[in-house]
T-cell receptor
Framework: GDSVTQTEGQVALSEEDFLTIHCNYS??????LFWYVQYPGEGPQLLFRASRDKEKGSSRGFEATYDKGTTSFHLRKASVQESDSAVYYCALSGYTGANTGKLTFGHGTILRVHP | EAAVTQSPRNKVAVTGGKVTLSCNQTNNHNNMYWYRQDTGHGLRLIHYSYGAGSTEKGDIPDGYKASRPSQENFSLILELATPSQTSVYFCAAGDRDSGNTLYFGEGSRLIVV
């Protein structure tokens, strides 16, 4: 079945540091890939998504590029802020005939940014 | 964007009791989902639905039932709650028209004692 692997369980950075969170997936065909962000006390919300090989998704300074060759969708941000502290989830939506639309999520990465 | 609301937001239940978590969405999405969130496991799919009257098993359906009486409402039912079901539950809605983006509620925190 489909699966998503996030390498980092927790990341601690200082403001203005560069962020990378690694995401690799396993799925047949061309899944849609997502990054979601979850702030304390809230539900996950879409950061951005990508549907095709080499497509770059971006939002709020975060970006990731769909790489079918390496089955990856790594999240990057050049300069993090304290307000970026949250849990980040990589996810995929695969099609197997019927449009289930269900997302398979990674385990999440807790990002803490210190001032 | 979808507005997804869940109730109750917090619930303490006794072992063996029945718990119903309710979810309402206002943007007419066809598909609705129930996930649970646990440290070390991320978000795991319990049940989902394609529309009124349909329910499907997700990845971890044991111990849970679901009901979709209308397009707007989707409930998760724990007939005999157990402490292992202590978790935060999220409802989500979406469909092909939303690019399969899911819109989540704010979560329901359930503690089973």
């Amino acid at each position: 079945g489909d699966s998503v692997t996030q390498t980092e369980g927790q990341v601690a950075l200082s403001e203005e540091d560069f962020l990378t969170i690694h995401c690799n997936y396993s799925a047949s065909g061309y899944p849609t890939l997502f990054w979601y962000v979850q702030y304390p006390g809230e539900g996950p919300q879409l950061l951005f998504r990508a549907s095709r090989d080499k497509e770059k998704g971006s939002s709020r300074g975060f970006e990731a590029t769909y790489d079918k060759g390496t089955t990856s969708f790594h999240l990057r941000k050049a300069s993090v802020q304290e307000s970026d502290s949250a849990v980040y989830y990589c996810a995929l939506s695969g099609y197997t005939g019927a449009n289930t639309g269900k997302l398979t999520f990674g385990h999440g990465t807790i990002l803490r940014v210190h001032p | 964007e979808a507005a997804v609301t869940q109730s109750p937001r917090n619930k303490v239940a006794v072992t063996g009791g029945k718990v119903t978590l309710s979810c309402n969405q206002t943007n007419n999405h066809n598909n609705m989902y129930w996930y649970r969130q646990d440290t070390g496991h991320g978000l795991r799919l319990i049940h989902y639905s394609y529309g009124a009257g349909s329910t499907e098993k997700g990845d971890i359906p044991d111990g849970y039932k679901a009901s979709r009486p209308s397009q707007e409402n989707f409930s998760l039912i724990l007939e005999l709650a157990t402490p292992s079901q202590t978790s935060v539950y999220f409802c989500a809605a979406g469909d092909r028209d939303s690019g399969n983006t899911l819109y989540f509620g704010e979560g329901s925190r359930l503690i089973v004692v």
